[in-house]
């Protein structure tokens, strides 16, 4: 199992840290580095900043939005950056919501998302293959455009640039069923949501291709005091579950539902809908945060880790602020 560092998306302002933390997890021999978006920073400059500052580490966006980006233009930031790395970077895209989608991106969150997401990953292949110029009859991403607001004069293109390498590594975000098992199928690897080492029935992955990646994202945290730890994890799972979608739609919760939290879920919901933040974040119970991830001191952390080693997981993505904890992990991987 290799170790990624996960920086996520910025808050306010870009974190200070994140550079020397990106180099420092490459002296440790971590595997990769992941950045992220939603509606403030974007996920690619990041992550060119930081490959201009390190020469080895794998770059990967865990994740770019869909909504935020053509296909040809997010298969053109991949191709650009992968050149410029030297062959480091991995595409991990997803569909987010319909509140992000709509609300952020002005754009219709697709009727279909699973063939919005076929086509998707389906232009950017052929961007990063460049066989032959991008043509798709598409429902969702037609090429060239064939729309009755278009001129007609389209033409089929293939990238002026040839890329580095046609094997790109493309990830994808999937939570539901069939989508998940549409990612076994198209993409070279799945970035889960809430991974728990002790239910992986939940998410019913198997017969995976030779190489497929399976890279969740866990908080880790070196402390003494557990439920202290797992606090920003309540935070996270409070904002995701409670504010990251309707209570009629949201897939984080849904999630959390058949992860056997029901009942809990759908408090979180409601208190949060209710503008009682606190007590949303109060109310995820310390059992699940517990589950996904590997917070306490470093006897507990070294009995838990071997957990997430015996599934499928390939990748660890690691999201901790403190070099202590990320130098223990390097340790106890080895």
Request: aromatic fraction near 8%; proline fraction near 8%.
């Amino acid at each position: 199992m290799r170790l990624g560092l996960a920086l996520g998306y910025w808050g306010r302002g870009p974190d200070p840290g994140h550079l020397e933390l990106a180099r420092k997890a490459e002296r440790l021999g971590y595997d990769s580095v992941w950045t992220a978006e939603a509606w403030g920073s974007d996920a690619f400059t990041p992550l060119t900043w930081i490959a201009a500052h390190t020469s080895r580490i794998r770059l990967g966006t865990a994740i770019a939005q869909m909504a935020a980006r053509t296909p040809t233009a997010t298969a053109m930031h991949a191709l650009t950056l992968d050149h410029l790395s030297g062959g480091r970077m991995m595409l991990g895209l997803g569909l987010s919501g319909p509140q992000v989608v709509e609300g952020w991106y002005g754009r219709p969150f697709p009727a279909s998302p699973l063939t919005a997401t076929r086509e998707y990953v389906d232009v950017v292949r052929q961007v990063l293959r460049r066989e032959a110029p991008v043509t798709l009859e598409g429902r969702f991403h037609s090429h060239p455009y064939a729309g009755e607001d278009g001129t007609g004069l389209g033409r089929p293109l293939r990238p002026i640039t040839h890329p580095l390498r046609t094997d790109l590594p493309v990830l994808l975000g999937a939570e539901g069923p069939r989508n998940i098992a549409q990612t076994t199928r198209i993409a070279d690897g799945w970035l889960p949501l809430y991974w728990s080492p002790l239910r992986p029935d939940v998410y019913d992955v198997k017969d995976l291709p030779d190489g497929f990646m399976v890279a969740p994202m866990a908080r880790a945290q070196l402390c003494d005091d557990v439920a202290e730890g797992l606090l920003p994890v309540k935070a996270m799972l409070g904002f995701y579950i409670g504010g990251m979608g309707h209570t009629s739609r949201n897939f984080h919760a849904d999630l959390m539902a058949r992860m056997g939290y029901e009942a809990e879920a759908r408090r979180i919901q409601e208190l949060f809908a209710q503008g009682r933040r606190d007590e949303a974040v109060l109310a995820v119970p310390d059992a699940f945060a517990d589950e996904i991830s590997l917070i306490g001191p470093r006897a507990r952390i070294a009995d838990r880790l071997p957990l997430w080693r015996q599934g499928p997981v390939t990748d660890l993505l690691v999201t901790s602020p403190d070099p202590a904890t990320l130098r223990v992990l390097a340790e106890l991987n080895t």
